[in-house]
């Protein structure tokens, strides 16, 4: 689902009224920003990344999973079966009962992190600065090296004209491919070019994520349908711990009095003349952001997923979820 006619046409426009058509030769993020943001993340003092779930991963680590073992949480005692550890009898209710049982234990589990940073062509966008899909890139790097100083595996999901898959990896080496992808620059989209959408993208995590990861998305979300997209995330939210991140540009909430503009008509080859002076056509624009947005929360409510709004102009340590004292 496309966003509102007014406002999708004023995203995709960049001439003139923004500095997009500048920033969409450059890095998303250079090696000074990634040296930044990769030392805020080793001294925050945020807490660290959250898992909910138990966890179905096959690595040890310290979230409880389902598998039965050597773990350190009790699970039950069960009939000595031939084959189990002596160690692992639990010899007092040999001395109740007459019978050997063995002490069954659920294993630790070291779970995973996914990212996902759309890359679309609304996010080809701002007007402060840089992009929306760059301050995106901020905020995933950021956990991503979070991630890392907890000794994590880090994957996920680049979404641009097509959606990118990035194995986990648990090495610092190895998550260079998935940096160099979300810094890659963002040229503008043609618009006839198709687009995945976001259920498409659900539903990967959905079939390919092992229980009990930790998910991040970062997007301005614009195409999410109260019915398909809000099921995907309340099964997403049931089975992993999930954050949600939008991204907004101040262009795109209020239509700034910047006289005649002149717009690219998907549709046709004539642009659309719009009088940026007009208080009736300003208002209308911006009750229909305002309904996207309610529309958009209303979906992340629903699937019990709190969503973090964010601003181009935002700093990105006040951006990353868990920022402000929410796990």
């Known amino acids: 689902m496309r966003p509102p006619l007014m406002q999708f046409l004023w995203q995709r426009y960049r001439e ?11 890095p998303l993020l250079d090696s000074a920003t990634l040296d930044q943001l990769r030392l ?13 779930h138990t966890s179905a991963h096959q690595l040890l680590g310290e979230q409880l999973s389902y598998y039965r073992g050597r773990g350190l949480e009790f699970e039950e005692n069960r009939k000595y079966q031939t084959g189990d550890e002596p160690r692992l009898i639990n010899w007092r209710l040999y001395a109740r009962t007459g019978e050997l049982y063995s002490k069954v234990f659920n294993e630790e589990r070291r779970p995973e992190v996914y990212l996902v940073a759309d890359r679309r062509a609304s996010m080809r966008f701002g007007t402060r600065g840089q992009l929306k899909a760059a301050q995106a890139a ?3 790097a950021t956990v991503l090296f ?26 610092n080496a190895a998550s260079l491919d998935f940096l160099h992808s ?5 040229p503008p989209i043609p618009f006839d070019t198709p687009e995945p959408d976001l259920n498409a993208v659900f539903s990967m995590l959905l079939d390919r994520v092992p229980q009990g990861s930790h998910i991040l998305c970062v997007s301005d979300f614009t195409d999410l349908d109260t019915d398909k997209s809000a099921s995907l995330l309340h099964q997403l939210n049931q089975r992993h711990h999930v954050d949600a991140v ?8 209020e239509l700034g009095a910047h006289g005649t503009l002149l717009l690219d008509d998907p549709g046709t080859d004539e642009p659309i003349r719009i009088d940026g002076r007009n208080p009736e056509l300003r208002a209308r624009y911006q009750q229909e952001v305002a309904q996207q947005q309610s529309r958009i929360a209303s979906i992340f409510q629903m ?13 990105t340590d006040n951006c990353v979820p868990g920022s402000h004292g929410r796990q």
Do not use: H
Request: glycine letters at 6%.
């Open 303 to 315: 699937a019990g997923i709190p969503l973090e709004i964010c601003s181009t102009e935002d700093e």
């Open 246 to 253: 939008l991204i907004r540009d101040p262009g795109e909430v």
């Open 182 to 186: 979300l810094a890659l620059p963002c």
């Open 146 to 171: 979070q991630a890392q100083r907890q000794a994590l595996a880090v994957g996920g999901i680049i979404i641009n004209e097509s959606v990118d898959w990035f194995a986990p990896v648990a090495a």
């Open 40 to 52: 805020r993340a080793q001294s925050a003092t945020r807490p660290p990344i959250a898992f909910q």
């Open 16 to 26: 003139l009224i923004s500095p997009a058509a500048t920033l969409a030769t450059e």
């Open 138 to 140: 901020k905020i995933i």
